[in-house]
T-cell receptor, first 112, second 113 residues
């Protein structure tokens, strides 16, 4: 059963530290999304890639967030420096030009 | 500015009865709508979808209805089962080939035995 793998599942870090979240999309999927879930905003799109090229990162705070796909099997979301307001669950999803996407189990980030 | 709104944060129904989850949208450029289901500590999973050219799509116990003139869609679950207890997200995609999905904030459904 193909799945999107996200690591780590949980991360607790101190304010000001760098955080890197990783995502392994489903093999063959060429579209990758990063979403953030908070109680106040629900699921917000941060960035997405097609064929490893960034297509839209307008939802991402540019000064501290960055998203990359170094290769087709890895997507990363980095926060530097992290702040308490970044505490949320971060989801990666991948798809193959279809109408639905497969989500990973998420990374629960807590910044103290 | 919430383009996709789920105005009921929670819903509680009895097992065997119908669950109706509602979703409103403001962007008339949305052409495809999806429902996702999310259990705690898991990612959302795709449930059912509907294109804007249709007004109904059915899959087993799940039916989605779309009213374009009212910019409203609903998900019906009949009969509801305790295993359906989860958070349900409505999502929409715009015309023009963009693959971005805009999500509502979700409705937590509890089905009581």
């Amino acid at each position: 059963d193909a799945r999107v793998t996200q690591t780590p599942r949980h991360k607790v870090t101190e304010m000001g530290q760098e955080v890197t979240m990783r995502c392994q999309p489903i093999l063959g999927h060429n579209t990758v999304f990063w979403y953030r879930q908070t109680m106040m905003q629900g699921l917000e799109l941060l960035a997405y890639f097609r064929n490893r090229a960034p297509l839209d990162d307008s939802g991402m705070p540019k000064d501290r967030f960055s998203a990359e796909m170094p290769d087709a099997t890895l997507a990363t979301l980095k926060i530097q420096p992290s702040e308490p307001r970044d505490s949320a669950v971060y989801f990666c999803a991948s798809g193959a030009r279809g109408y639905g996407y497969t989500f990973g189990s998420g990374t629960r980030l807590t910044v103290v | 500015d919430q383009q996709v709104k789920q105005n009921s944060p929670s819903l509680s129904v009895q097992e065997g009865r119908i669950s109706i989850l509602n979703c409103d949208y403001t962007n008339s450029m949305f052409d495809y709508f999806l429902w996702y289901k999310k259990y705690p500590a898991e990612g959302p999973t795709f449930l059912i979808s509907i294109s804007s050219i249709k007004d109904k799509n059915e899959d087993g116990r799940f039916t989605v209805f779309l009213n374009k003139s009212a910019k409203h869609l609903s998900l019906h679950i009949v009969p509801s089962q305790p295993g359906d207890s989860a958070v349900y997200f409505c999502a929409a995609r715009t015309q023009g080939g963009s693959e971005k999905l805009v999500f509502g904030k979700g409705t937590k459904l509890t089905v009581n035995p």
